[in-house]
């Protein structure tokens, strides 16, 4: 318990100053890295989640402080596509398909940043996701050399599900501690794509 509350308050301290909530504040990317989420749980319960982050990447853009939205999510089967699902939900609100990038190889958080730098070319991005999940992403970007900042999008306000995602965010950053200590690398590399 000590290791995943210490791995918690280093992940968190490293995110000081370069998380945000007000779109006014944040500075300008070109290319914002929205972290993928299915609208359905596992459960066949709607997902707040997702359409908390889809809001935060509309309001980034529209606000014009990114130019590109590259969605980086799981499509580990035809049936679970992360990054189709929510290009669709950037269309409907009003994003032109030409400004919207997919990763279909971002099955986990360190496959999502890493592959930003690496595949996308990108060395500076904002990080679009819940604030917990931003610090990590965080802490990930400044490991492999990539300047970040993080946009939050809205947390759901059902405590038990908030509790129990939270919860799961402390091992989540324990392994990632023993992902980048052994050198974990993406699933996935390939050829480079260049976002013009």
Known sequence: MATASICFSIVKSNADNRLYSDVKQIPHNKVGLLLGTA???PWGVHNNYYDYRINAAIELFKAGKIDYILVS???HSTDYDEPSCMRDSLLVKGVPKDKI???YAGFRTLDS?????EIF???SITIISQSFHNERALYLAKHYGIEAVGY???DVEYWKKKLKIHGREYLARVKMFIDLYTGKQPKFLGEKIKIE
């Open 113 to 117: 940043v890493v592959r930003a730098k």
């Open 121 to 123: 070319g990108q060395d």
């Open 152 to 154: 939050n999008a809205k």
């Open 101 to 103: 990038i997919l990763d």
């Open 39 to 41: 609208p359905v749980t």
């Open 73 to 75: 999510g799981d499509n």
